[in-house]
């Protein structure tokens, strides 16, 4: 990209802006409107995830120190897909402009795609987890990182949990929420219809949970499952009682000194190593 196709930041309530500096989370989402959906990604790594994923730029924000630095082979990807506005300031406009420092110096807002079916991305996959109302958008970005690295094949999440495409969960995530693949449950399907959808795939249902006829985590019939889903509960209150009733399993994780849970990205690792890590 040439340095005039690079704009420098001039005018703070510029439209092209809105999208870094206005735009709430939910109207970059755009529900109304899905096709033109956005969202934020973070960083020169995540960005570099992002397009690989096949993500389509919208524009870029870049500290100027970082335009022949970190951020230079993102900016040259962009230029080869073409019309991509690369703006740019100084580190402290930009911190002004936006309300917060920006990791690594860059943001790029760039297109949402389709969602798949929940088929569609159970097809193939060994081991999946299952998010329930996990309504904290860092928990969610923790779990897809731990999911990434753990042995998990995929992740479901129900209607009302955080949307992995929020920009702190896609940071929380380091962009591995671009590399495993995901999608939603329609708002009414769980759980029974989708702990139904979830048997007729031929998947086992572990919610995690701590009750006295729980198993656990490493016990061995549980382990030799071919087909694994992984049930993970919202902050605070866990899995609803209806969810783990419909489970074949119902899993814990051992503790000791007293300590009655552990946060849900937390638990999600703990999991994840001992139930992945075999297939």
Request: proline share 4%; aromatic share 8%.
């Amino acid at each position: 990209m040439r340095a005039s196709d690079i704009i420098e930041i001039t005018d703070f309530q510029a439209p092209e802006l809105d999208v870094y500096a206005r735009l709430s989370e939910n109207q970059l989402l755009n529900r109304c409107e899905p096709e033109k959906g956005m969202f934020i990604a973070e960083s020169p790594r995540v960005i570099e995830r992002a397009l690989d994923a096949g993500y389509r730029p919208v524009s870029c924000l870049v500290e100027k120190r970082h335009i022949e630095g970190e951020a230079k082979e993102i900016i040259r990807r962009c230029g080869e897909i073409g019309n991509v506005p690369v703006y740019t300031a100084e580190f402290d406009v930009l911190t002004q402009l936006t309300g917060f420092k920006l990791t690594r110096g860059m943001l790029c807002a760039m297109y949402r795609t389709p969602l798949p079916k929940v088929q569609a991305v159970c097809s193939g996959a060994s081991r999946i987890a299952i998010l329930e109302n996990v309504v904290n958008p860092t928990n969610v970005g923790a779990i897809f990182r731990s999911a990434a690295a753990l042995g998990i094949d995929a992740v479901l999440l129900t209607y009302d949990s955080s949307d992995p495409l929020y920009r702190r969960a896609v940071r929380v995530s380091m962009g591995t929420v671009f590399q495993i693949p995901w999608t939603f449950f329609e708002k009414d399907a769980w759980p029974e219809k989708g702990i139904r959808l979830l048997r007729e795939l031929g998947f086992r249902t572990a919610a995690m949970a701590l009750r006295e006829d729980s198993v656990s985590i490493d016990n061995q019939k549980l382990l030799a499952e071919k087909k694994l889903a992984v049930i993970l509960g919202t902050e605070g209150d866990g899995l609803a009682s209806s969810t783990i009733a419909d489970c074949d399993y119902t899993v814990r994780i051992p503790m000791s000194h007293g300590v009655d849970s552990l946060n849900v990205a937390a638990a999600s690792a703990v999991a994840f190593w001992e139930l992945g890590r075999k297939h």
